[in-house]
């Protein structure tokens, strides 16, 4: 199907709607803010946010504990966990969890401080892939384009465009050769405007195959120079996981909409992600189609 840059485009999702209305989100980058943190999924990386589990402490200050670039995934049985290390070296080697909340509450702050553990977040790069049964630890880093495999447990910092398979997870093999991660940046998937995407399978089965260069691969798409954001509060549920909360703003890049109309407008649009009915208006790029991006 070929898509229009600025159409719109009428769908009945039927008995599906519940599950695939939240697909609106899924062209932008999303940043939740819970808990004076901040967590940040690239373009086409909101399913990840199912697999976290918040264990942090609430940080002094608006602190990012977590950042996913574009067109990451992960099975639904792995897990990704911010925060809730234990100081294994020290005498204080407990968390809060052990006290209960009651017991908590007469501490001092002298005594809060000593107990705290701060989290360092997890960082994945573009294209990320968790496989079956994975668990990714608080204070890793896995860089662009590497698979877990299925039971893997991440600690430490994974290399680019590689396998890592084991507790803890280690290298197993370059998945790429320094061809093909050549192509893969150079083409840059994550900046493709979604009106081009259905296009870029082909683009790329071509380009790897010697059909193409990367010169005439590029000039097949279009790209946008800053990605669009959606911001929300959040909360966490009962099972430590981020839940969305209400949209607080939009930002092309570093901006921040403030055009009240066009404000509004996105408003309205996204608000069919939880108006309960199978009839939605979609657009490949909304940003780009009211000529904010």
Not at 175 to 200: K, N, Q, Y
Request: net charge neutral; glycine share 12%; charged share 20%.
């Amino acid at each position: 199907m070929k898509l229009s840059a600025d159409g719109y485009y009428d769908f009945d999702l039927g008995p599906t709607h519940e599950r695939l209305v939240g697909e609106l989100y899924y062209p932008y980058e999303i940043e939740v803010r819970a808990r004076n943190s901040a967590f940040v999924f690239g373009r086409f990386s909101i399913g990840l946010i199912g697999r976290l589990v918040v264990l942090s402490e609430r940080p002094g200050e608006m602190t990012t504990l977590f950042r996913a670039g574009a067109f990451c995934e992960a099975h639904p049985s792995s897990k990704i966990i911010i925060g809730g290390e234990h100081g294994v070296s020290s005498i204080l080697h407990n968390s809060w969890g052990v006290y209960g909340k009651l017991f908590s509450r007469t501490f001092s702050d002298e005594a809060k401080r000593c107990i705290r553990h701060e989290a360092h977040g997890v960082t994945l790069g573009d294209g990320v892939i968790l496989s079956a049964d994975c668990t990714v630890i608080d204070g890793v880093r896995i860089a662009d384009g590497t698979v877990l495999a299925a039971g893997a447990v991440a600690v430490g910092v994974c290399a680019p465009y590689s396998l890592y398979g084991g507790i803890p997870a280690k290298p197993i093999k370059r998945r790429l050769s320094a061809e093909r991660i050549g192509m893969t940046e150079g083409f840059d998937l994550a900046h493709v405007r979604g009106h081009c995407l259905p296009d870029t399978p082909s683009i790329l089965q071509r380009l790897e195959r010697g059909q193409i260069g990367i010169d005439e691969a590029r000039s097949a798409v279009d790209y946008m120079a800053e990605i669009p954001r959606i911001v929300f509060a959040g909360t966490l549920g009962s099972n430590n996981e981020l839940v969305l909360g209400e949209i607080q703003a939009f930002k092309v890049g570093d901006r921040t909409i403030s055009d009240a109309g066009q404000d509004r407008f996105l408003r309205g649009y996204f608000a069919q992600a939880r108006a309960g009915r199978p009839g939605i208006k979609w657009s490949p790029d909304i940003f780009h189609a009211i000529g904010v991006s």
